[in-house]
């Protein structure tokens, strides 16, 4: 008996996005640049002697040293401590609701480009609702109603993220599901999951992945902000945002309070974009097949 030979996800599709990362060199280095700031985060005892949470009333508000590399806050905490600290926590609640929005999103619009029909309208019309609202007003009214807590956070974040995945996916799985090797799965027998998971969402994965990339940077921007306004974390826990609020209060005093979490952010932001072009190069089929 012949088997049907069905076409599954590409194959060298490592190789392929390495020699067009040669191509984009500014990828290489948001890859970097991203590695550096997590190891940092996961590995920040290594990185300083203090506690982010340690208090010194005789030392507040010092200036950059050798002892105090960015100075210190307030309530004399060192600011280098309270960064890396605080990268964290900013890193864990963007990578985790953004992981969640993809994972969400991505099955919704999987469900609703296979199924079509009333499902499809229905789910695009819940998108389009929540795509009327700007992420971080929707994020904070959510945060606001349910409380500052980092399961809420991770929550709103991810709620006001979901839509972008779900057209994403969406729109190749209503171009896929015609393709002959799916019909040769249909007439075969298969679950619509199984076509769905192993046929279908390989050839899409990598499209989801560069919009996460990308959407990670809106994230930790989105968590910044509801702690700047006070809905994020709680003191005395470091966060970005969290530092950001409270060098402004001191901003005529302490500038250094405010502007380095700002360049933290602004670094890890950057770093992102850089690696989203580059992985968006290496899905593009014209650029693959220039490099």
Same mark, same amino acid.
């Given at each position: 008996?012949?088997?049907?030979?069905?076409?599954?996800?590409?194959?060298?599709?490592?190789?392929?996005?390495?020699?067009?990362?040669?191509?984009?060199?500014?990828?290489?280095?948001?890859?970097?640049?991203?590695?550096?700031?997590?190891?940092? /985060?996961?590995?920040?005892? =290594?990185?300083?002697?203090?506690?982010?949470?340690?208090?010194?009333?005789?030392?507040?508000?010092?200036?950059?040293?050798?002892?105090?590399?960015?100075?210190?806050?307030?309530?004399?905490?060192?600011?280098?401590?309270?960064?890396?600290?605080?990268?964290?926590?900013?890193?864990?609640?963007?990578?985790?609701?953004?992981?969640?929005?993809?994972?969400?999103?991505?099955?919704?619009?999987?469900?609703?480009?296979?199924?079509?029909?009333?499902?499809?309208?229905?789910?695009?019309?819940?998108?389009?609702?929540?795509? /009327?609202?700007?992420?971080?007003? =929707?994020?904070?009214?959510?945060?606001?109603?349910?409380?500052?807590?980092?399961?809420?956070?991770?929550?709103?974040?991810?709620?006001?993220?979901?839509?972008?995945?779900?057209?994403?996916?969406?729109?190749?799985?209503?171009?896929?599901?015609?393709?002959?090797?799916?019909?040769?799965?249909?007439?075969?027998?298969?679950?619509?999951?199984?076509?769905?998971?192993?046929?279908?969402?390989?050839?899409?994965?990598?499209?989801?992945?560069?919009?996460?990339?990308?959407?990670?940077?809106?994230?930790?921007?989105?968590?910044?902000?509801?702690?700047?306004?006070?809905?994020?974390?709680?003191?005395?826990?470091?966060?970005?945002?969290?530092?950001?609020?409270?060098?402004?209060?001191?901003?005529?005093?302490?500038?250094? =309070?405010?502007?380095?979490?700002?360049?933290?952010?602004?670094?890890?932001?950057?770093?992102?974009?850089?690696?989203?072009?580059?992985?968006?190069?290496?899905?593009?089929?014209?650029?693959?097949?220039?490099?």
């Amino acid at each position: 008996m012949t088997h049907a030979v069905l076409p599954g996800a590409p194959r060298g599709a490592l190789h392929a996005m390495i020699r067009v990362f040669n191509v984009n060199k500014t990828s290489w280095a948001g890859l970097v640049i991203l590695l550096a700031v997590i190891v940092i /985060a996961v590995f920040a005892p =290594l990185f300083t002697a203090h506690d982010p949470l340690a208090q010194d009333v005789t030392r507040q508000l010092s200036g950059p040293s050798m002892e105090h590399l960015f100075g210190t806050d307030e309530y004399g905490r060192d600011t280098w401590a309270r960064l890396i600290y605080g990268a964290r926590v900013s890193l864990a609640i963007g990578i985790a609701s953004t992981v969640i929005a993809m994972l969400v999103g991505s099955s919704i619009g999987l469900l609703a480009g296979w199924y079509g029909g009333r499902f499809d309208a229905v789910m695009m019309q819940v998108m389009d609702v929540l795509l /009327a609202f700007p992420s971080l007003i =929707l994020g904070l009214v959510i945060v606001a109603m349910l409380g500052a807590s980092t399961p809420n956070i991770v929550f709103a974040i991810a709620l006001t993220s979901i839509p972008p995945f779900a057209r994403i996916a969406r729109a190749p799985t209503i171009a896929l599901k015609e393709r002959e090797y799916v019909e040769a799965c249909r007439s075969l027998g298969y679950s619509d999951a199984r076509i769905l998971l192993v046929h279908i969402l390989p050839n899409i994965a990598a499209e989801i992945v560069v919009m996460g990339s990308l959407w990670l940077a809106n994230a930790i921007r989105t968590e910044a902000s509801l702690a700047f306004i006070g809905l994020g974390i709680k003191p005395p826990t470091p966060t970005w945002g969290g530092m950001i609020r409270s060098g402004f209060e001191n901003i005529l005093d302490s500038a250094w =309070l405010a502007v380095v979490p700002s360049l933290a952010i602004l670094i890890v932001i950057f770093a992102l974009n850089l690696l989203g072009d580059g992985l968006r190069d290496a899905v593009d089929p014209k650029l693959k097949n220039e490099a």
